[in-house]
């Protein structure tokens, strides 16, 4: 069974930063794709950022030159560093990757983390 455990979130004034984590355990065969979303209270769940296995990466919008996703593939990791947060970056976020869990089993997106508050107030 896959697991994915989320730390770093918190409580941050506007302008800090964070750093999440989150790492897979587990038995599965390879990763691709990691990424991150989120989840703010009566808003759809959105695409923050995503790290393919070449390392290539997308952000959305808005936080383009504020957020960082890496990676870390002997670990099964990945990283967002958050920085000069914003109050509407208050959310709950979760990882995501796309996983073979077998070597003759495809790829599959349903891997979710537990998910981790991050509450932007001053």
């Known amino acids: 069974q896959v697991q994915l455990v989320e730390s770093g979130g918190g409580l941050v004034q506007p302008g800090g930063s964070l750093r999440l984590s989150c790492a897979a355990s587990?038995?599965?065969?390879?990763?691709?794709?990691m990424a991150w979303f989120r989840q703010a209270p009566g808003k759809q769940r959105e695409l923050v950022a995503e790290?393919?296995?070449?390392?290539?990466?997308y952000y959305v919008d808005s936080v383009k030159g504020r957020f960082t996703i890496s990676r870390d593939n002997a670990k099964h990791a990945v990283y967002l560093q958050m920085n000069s947060l914003k109050f509407e970056d208050t959310a709950v976020y979760y990882c995501?990757?796309?996983?073979?869990?077998?070597?003759?089993?495809?790829?599959?997106?349903?891997?979710w983390g537990q998910g981790t508050q991050v509450t932007v107030s001053s």
């Open positions: 995501n990757v796309d996983l073979q869990s077998s070597a003759t089993s495809g790829w599959s997106r349903d891997y």
């Open positions: 790290i393919n296995s070449r390392g290539s990466t």
């Open positions: 587990g038995r599965f065969f390879s990763l691709s794709a």
